[in-house]
């Protein structure tokens, strides 16, 4: 195999409305759903090899049941330049970056990702060490969002965020045990929105380059939100303060 698989109906189509390379497409043999028919032109349309296959060669090749009857082989995922991503975001006077400091989960770092370009985020920014990749399950759970919203890995996350301060970027991060509520923050201007760790939170050099922290109000008895909920939330009260 030349490349890496992704599976699922919308990750694969996605992808193949995206411009990361395709090799492969395997549809399973009595696949009729009208989706994948669309998939298949699509992949035509590209070039893209079909190929038929039963439905337990697909759960092998994929390593799981949850393909939909559809595998797309592709070149491994790309980041985008952290340079490139801020000149063309240089101009604009209102917008939103995610940093993430240390999501280990690919399914937590897919939906954050997902709900970062449903709400119009400009990009995602990740470590590069200590820390989950986009890797297929990732990718997967953004539902093919990774092939919308520029996705960068950079090696120092605090250090990124003083060089956005430099740039004109206000940082908020979230914190379950801040005093400061989520909704009675005011946002506006370039926002970076910081996302910790699943066990540790925001490490605490990275807190340190924030502006302000944030926490989310409970209001049931459970002490704590999972990170791509509590991201998602956070996400797009940021996005309804800065687009009014």
């Known amino acids: 195999m030349k490349g890496e698989l992704i599976f699922g109906v919308n990750p694969v189509k996605e992808s193949l409305q995206g411009t990361r390379c395709a090799f492969n497409l395997y549809v399973q043999l009595n696949a009729s759903d009208h989706r994948v028919e669309k998939i298949i032109r699509l992949a035509e349309q590209r070039g893209v090899a079909v190929h038929r296959r039963e439905k337990n060669d697909l759960t092998k090749m994929c390593a799981s049941s949850h393909h939909q ?3 797309l082989e592709v070149e491994p995922f790309r980041f985008a330049d952290l340079d490139d991503l801020l000149v063309a975001t240089a101009e604009a006077t209102t917008g939103l970056l995610l940093v ?27 470590p590069k060490d200590r ?20 996705v960068t890995q950079v090696i120092n996350i605090a250090h990124t ?13 979230l914190d379950g045990e801040a005093s400061t ?17 699943e066990g540790e939170g925001i490490r605490p050099l990275v807190r340190k380059q924030c502006d302000v922290v944030m926490s989310i109000p409970h209001y049931g008895g459970v002490s704590s939100l999972n990170a791509s909920v509590a991201g998602g939330i956070a996400m797009f009260e940021v996005a309804r303060n800065i687009n009014r």
């Not at 965020?161 to 991060?173: D, N, Q, T």
């Not at 509520?181 to 760790?197: H, M, N, Y």
């Open 69 to 71: 009857g559809i595998a």
């Open 100 to 126: 993430l400091d240390g999501i280990q989960d690919p399914h937590n770092l897919g939906a954050l990702i997902r709900s970062a370009a449903c709400a119009g985020a400009n990009g995602v920014i990740i």
């Open 131 to 150: 820390a989950c990749g986009v890797t297929a399950a990732a990718e997967r759970s953004s539902a093919g969002a990774v092939e919308i919203i520029p």
């Open 161 to 173: 965020l003083e060089m956005l301060k430099k740039r004109g970027y206000w940082i908020y991060a």
């Open 181 to 197: 509520s989520l909704f009675a923050t005011k946002f506006s201007g370039k926002t970076v929105l910081v996302i910790g760790s």
